[in-house]
């Protein structure tokens, strides 16, 4: 009698549970997973995405600008003039989130560190409405000792740009991003600041499953509390570019127009000096190549 008594009380302990179980997993909500691919890359013309490819992935990046295209045919558009930059960088993901990169540029003959960094990722029922990611660097200027005059230490050859970035995936084909960034030279031209807080906007519109229109929009600001040059004799100009992306698994491919000559940012929201809106634009181009291990 007593064993009958204690299989049935067995069954009901674990019948319970079960029921238990059950319960729990109904009432259980399913786990918010990421959106889908809000950019295909981790560069937007001269602007970093909130974007970083999965861990233990290496990246190759090329990124190239010819000359003014205020010539029109006879310098082909720029692609003859002087003034052309190029940039050539290794990026590596050393685990979820979290990219290191290095790179080298021609003008300046910068060599520049670099870290990215994802702290939230927008979520497909916006628990996490937004992706928020903080990206920095460390430049060194690469020219003779000369440039920097008489009393030339190694430390003004560095400079210094840190930036906030925040995204959103508005729907299936538009996602836009606001960044805003502050750079800092060891040393600087005469008349020009050491210091610069700059905006950004830009965004991309994809029409094709491998096809997207880029754009962007950078203003470095006229800020008087950190300015040691009160009348902004030389201020740097706005950065506009628009551009046409083709992306696979492992490769994108942007070509664009933009005003900046520089590729590293500091370079772009301390010294740019081209405006748009008289015709001061270049052509460019950026390829990149994925390869995970």
Not at 140 to 154: L, M, P, Q
Not at 182 to 194: E, Q
Not at 245 to 258: D, L, N, R
Request: net charge positive.
């Amino acid at each position: 009698m007593k064993k009958r008594l204690f299989s049935i009380a067995l069954m009901m302990c674990f019948g319970f549970m079960a029921f238990a179980q059950e319960e729990t997993a109904a009432t259980e909500k399913p786990k918010d997973k990421p959106v889908r691919a809000p950019f295909q890359s981790g560069l937007l013309i001269d602007n970093q995405t909130t974007y970083i490819p999965s861990a233990k992935t290496l990246e190759y990046v090329i990124q190239h600008k010819f000359g003014k295209m205020e010539n029109g045919f006879s310098d082909l558009f720029g692609l003859y003039a002087p003034g052309a930059n190029i940039r050539l960088g290794l990026n590596y993901v050393i685990m979820k989130n979290l990219q290191l990169g290095y790179g080298i540029t021609r003008t300046n003959m910068y060599s520049d560190f670099n870290v990215k960094y994802t702290i939230l990722e927008q979520t497909r029922n916006n628990t996490i409405p937004v992706a928020v990611a903080l990206y920095g660097n460390m430049a060194i200027d690469g020219r003779n000792e000369k440039v920097f005059g008489t009393e030339y230490a190694f430390t003004n050859r560095f400079s210094y740009f840190a930036q906030l970035i925040v995204g959103r995936k508005v729907n299936d084909w538009l996602s836009l991003q606001l960044n805003t960034s502050f750079t800092h030279y060891n040393s600087t031209d005469s008349l020009i600041d050491h210091d610069k807080i700059s905006v950004g906007f830009n965004g991309r519109a994809q029409f094709s499953p491998q096809s997207s229109i880029l754009f962007q929009y950078d203003i470095p600001l006229k800020v008087k509390g950190i300015a040691e040059y009160r009348d902004f004799t030389r201020p740097a100009k706005p950065n506009f570019g628009i551009g046409w992306e083709i992306s696979t698994s492992t490769h994108a491919f942007h070509i664009y127009v933009s005003s900046a000559d520089g590729i590293v940012p500091q370079h772009n929201a301390m010294y740019n000096l081209n405006d748009w809106t008289k015709g001061d634009l270049m052509l460019g181009f950026t390829i990149t190549r994925l390869w995970s291990f």
